[in-house]
């Protein structure tokens, strides 16, 4: 079992550094909130995270989003989360 969690933490890791490396290419756009839009910048509280479902697409939400819950939907696979 524990040889079953190191290959999961590995892959997780792999697909962390992946979505990194996607958004070095779109760092030319500004960042923007995936559940209201709104554009991220450097001084705001906000978090960045892959799809939880595809794990290739990354996620970022705005502190007001986080706080207040509201739902997010992965553009690549269509997952929705909280």
Known sequence: MAKQTKKT????????????????AKDKKAMRCTSCGRRIEAEDFWVEFVCP?????SII???????????YECPKCGFRGP
């Not at 933490?9 to 070095?24: D, L, W």
């Not at 479902?53 to 697409?57: A, D, F």
């Not at 939400?61 to 739902?71: A, D, F, I, M, S």
């Open 9 to 24: 933490t590995a892959e997780t890791k792999k697909k962390i550094a992946e979505a990194g490396r996607q958004k070095s």
């Open 53 to 57: 479902k595809c794990g290739k697409e």
């Open 61 to 71: 939400r705005c502190e007001k989003c986080k706080k207040l819950v509201n739902p």
